[in-house]
DNA sequence: CAGTGAGCGAGCTTCCGCTTGACTT
């Protein structure tokens, strides 16, 4: 109700906006033609389209004898509470409209009256083809004899929208239902798996094809790090004194073979047979190689650069672009800076191409390519939308920095280099290697260097060190050199390393599980049934995720394989092409499934209880050791005595500087989400902070040092003492996207 | 700034994918 009205109260005040610009126009023209549209009662043709955002868009380009209006995602759905799929009769789904909606859909329906036409514009993929069908097919209902089209752009720009307007099309039922398809899958497997860990396991738990499928690839992992056996390898280094400078140079060959230093006796062994021989260059040679630019991003390469490089989650770094996408205070005017944020497809409007070549004509001549760089969509884009790219080029970081807040400008910054150097030209890196002599030992130095600096010209914030350290190499064939030092150092072969926000996204996409919506959403699932940690930035397993990942390979190992997902879309597709009937392909999943869901469901026996982990801290009514366990509100620790001891507590994160006691994670009461952390003998004690502990002291006062952000630093650890000025400097940003 | 776990048992939880909400009465 409250919804309706404002979201009737918008369109008024945007309409209103949009006739006082026209009036102003009108009159700075001075005596042209009264408007059409000035005496038309209102406009004829109804548009609906996904995003508001876009909606707005669209209206100021098809003029007055439109109204666009926003559905904001789907509006009707299975229902919430119950299954929804007549499983006996063809898997009929149950539509229903999804609760909260109600007034959007109410509000289509009072405009469509007043219309002489429906468009339905949601986006051009299979879930826009069900958007469409399900709202078309509610207007036809409510409205009977109303013309409702389809009609589809894959970019938002005057032209390609004035020309989809002018073609539309009948609806592709094929394509709903190869989406109906996927709804009932996707909702046959979840409505079931779920319920069975809640039988086994614990209640509230859930199974779905895309998070168990993440959370498999997770604790796969984590077994092979576990396993995983360092081996002790050595490796010698020389320093050399050329005519001014020290070159280091490694150790490549031994008495004309690769050296095997395994361990410190071979090393050093080594090292004393080379240590006093007279060292010279005796070979130099150089190789050109070519460094091309990136695509420009996709959601997926997005999350991971912003991960990468600016160390934010997958979550963070969407709340920011949506930002950047609906529009930002530019001093005199309202600009959106950034392209849709969710897209699979590295595809460039023209109008956008051409637009970076004028600019790169007159700022960077001597990188600009002959021709614009078109980068393919990739085997698996929908191609919905374009990729992410400045809504215009002349928006430079520099030029939007005051209008920013810091996180939003470093964000801003990836998108905008990473497209403006998508329409350079390579850089030309030439590497100069150099191989040094000393007794019977090679030694292998090397300097790389720009020939041609190309698109690193722009990349400021999202190029690594290593990509812009850039120096040349003054040795010379036969030169002699001086050998200060011959060292050999101990090192272990590392291990696979667990997933972060960045690489399990990366895997994620290149297996086809989830979509550019799903990604951040899916890892936030995990990390609210409390199956995963994150632990710095890594992901890791708990006991609860290892259980459930245990199962669900045990009994389910096709469902929620990494394969599984692929299977659907090859499916989906062969719906889509009227080459498979998707009730048939239904019928050969579910039974089977459902049959051995079944199975597991009276035979397998209750986990429940073993999940609680043994700890050493001793409960302090009776001695006994805790237990700590989940429970509905998270992790706590409970007397292992339970029931003759009842006692509870927080899991303690710290040592409260002010009394000893501990320090504990609090939730605000009822509201607000924010968590803080306060000290156990509240309100005896009163220490308290919003800052997250780690299990670091510092090492000037001995309080604990917490983790901070803030918009001027972003986040790094500080001592939590306000009398203390240590400060750690922000963890080293990783390389490689 | 509370509560969490067993039992008893009613009534609840849950999927993926599309999109932005939001208030204090």
Not at 292 to 318: D, E, H, V, W, Y
Request: proline share 5%; aromatic share 8%.
């Amino acid at each position: 109700m409250d919804k309706t009205t404002r979201t009737a109260k918008a369109a008024t005040t945007a309409k209103s906006a949009k006739a006082v610009k026209k009036v102003k126009a009108t009159a700075s023209r001075k005596g042209s033609k009264s408007g059409k549209s000035a005496k038309s009662p209102g406009a004829k043709n109804l548009v609906i389209v996904e995003s508001p955002a876009k909606a707005k868009t669209i209206e100021k380009y098809l003029g007055s004898n439109y109204k666009v209006l926003a559905s904001m995602g789907h509006l009707i759905d299975l229902p919430k509470s119950r299954i929804g799929v007549d499983v006996e009769h063809g898997f009929e789904p149950e539509y229903l409209t999804i609760r909260g909606r109600a007034g959007v859909l109410k509000d289509l329906v009072a405009e469509a009256k007043k219309s002489e036409s429906v468009l339905l514009a949601s986006d051009p993929d299979r879930e826009g083809e069900a958007i469409a069908y399900l709202i078309g097919k509610h207007l036809e209902e409510k409205i009977p004899g109303l013309p409702v089209k389809r009609v589809a752009f894959n970019e938002i720009t005057q032209a390609a929208v004035k020309d989809a307007v002018k073609a539309p099309r009948p609806l592709d039922l094929s394509k709903v239902d190869a989406q109906k398809a996927r709804r009932v899958l996707d909702r046959l497997v979840g409505y079931n798996l779920s319920p069975l860990l809640w039988k086994k396991v614990k209640n509230g738990l859930s199974a779905g094809r895309v998070q168990s499928a993440a959370l498999k690839l997770i604790c796969d992992r984590e077994k092979e790090v576990e396993s995983f056996i360092p081996e002790e390898f050595w490796t010698i280094e020389a320093s050399l004194k050329a005519s001014r400078s020290v070159v280091k140079a490694d150790l490549v060959l031994y008495k004309g073979k690769k050296p095997q230093l395994g361990d410190e006796e071979k090393a050093k062994r080594i090292v004393s047979a080379l240590e006093g021989k007279p060292a010279s260059v005796i070979d130099k040679r150089s190789a050109e190689r070519l460094v091309r630019p990136k695509a420009p991003f996709t959601t997926s390469t997005l999350q991971q650069t912003a991960a990468n490089r600016l160390g934010f989650t997958s979550k963070k770094t969407m709340q920011i672009a949506q930002i950047l996408y609906e529009g930002i205070n530019l001093g005199s005017r309202r600009s959106g800076l950034i392209t849709y944020m969710r897209t699979d497809s590295t595809r460039i409007a023209e109008t956008a191409l051409e637009e970076a070549r004028t600019w790169l004509a007159e700022h960077y001549p001597a990188q600009l390519p002959k021709s614009a760089q078109r980068y393919s969509a990739g085997k698996q884009s929908q191609d919905a939308h374009e990729a992410i790219r400045p809504t215009s080029i002349a928006y430079t970081p520099d030029s939007v920095a005051a209008y920013l807040q810091k996180d939003e400008l470093k964000l801003y910054t990836l998108v905008w280099e990473r497209f403006v150097a998508s329409q350079m030209i390579p850089a030309l890196v030439k590497v100069v290697t150099a191989d040094i002599g000393i007794g019977d030992g090679v030694f292998r130095t090397s300097a790389s260097a720009y020939v041609e600096e190309g698109f690193y010209k722009v990349i400021k914030l999202s190029a690594s060190k290593e990509e812009k350290a850039s120096h040349s190499l003054a040795l010379e064939v036969g030169q002699d050199l001086g050998v200060e030092k011959i060292d050999a150092s101990q090192h272990f072969t590392q291990g696979p390393s667990r997933y972060t926000d960045a690489t399990i996204i990366k895997a994620l996409e290149e297996l086809g599980i989830g979509r550019p919506s799903t990604y951040a959403p899916t890892i936030s699932t995990l990390l609210e049934r409390y199956y995963v940690s994150r632990q710095s930035k890594q992901l890791a397993p708990t006991t609860l995720g290892r259980m459930i990942s245990d199962i669900l390979t045990e009994f389910f190992p096709e469902v929620i394989g990494a394969g599984f997902t692929a299977q659907m879309e090859s499916l989906l597709d062969k719906v889509e092409d009227e080459k498979a009937d998707w009730v048939q392909a239904m019928k050969e999943f579910y039974f089977p499934f459902k049959g051995k869901l079944d199975e597991v469901m009276s035979t397998l026996s209750s986990k429940k209880g073993q999940l609680d982990e043994a700890t050493d801290i001793l409960c302090e009514r009776c001695g006994k050791p805790m237990v700590k366990k989940l429970g509905r509100f998270g992790f706590f620790l409970a007397c292992s005595g339970f029931p003759g001891c009842k006692n509870t507590k927080s899991i303690p994160v710290a040592v409260c500087p002010k009394c000893g006691g501990d320090i504990v994670e609090r939730k605000n009461p009822k509201g607000k989400r924010k968590l803080f952390y306060g000290c156990n003998r509240y309100p005896a004690c009163d220490f308290v902070t919003y800052d997250k502990p780690t299990d670091k002291l510092c090492p000037k006062c001995g309080w604990f040092l917490v983790e901070k952000s803030d918009r001027v630093s972003g986040s790094h650890k500080a001592c939590i003492n306000p009398s203390c000025d240590y400060l750690h400097s922000r963890d080293e940003e990783k390389a490689e996207d």
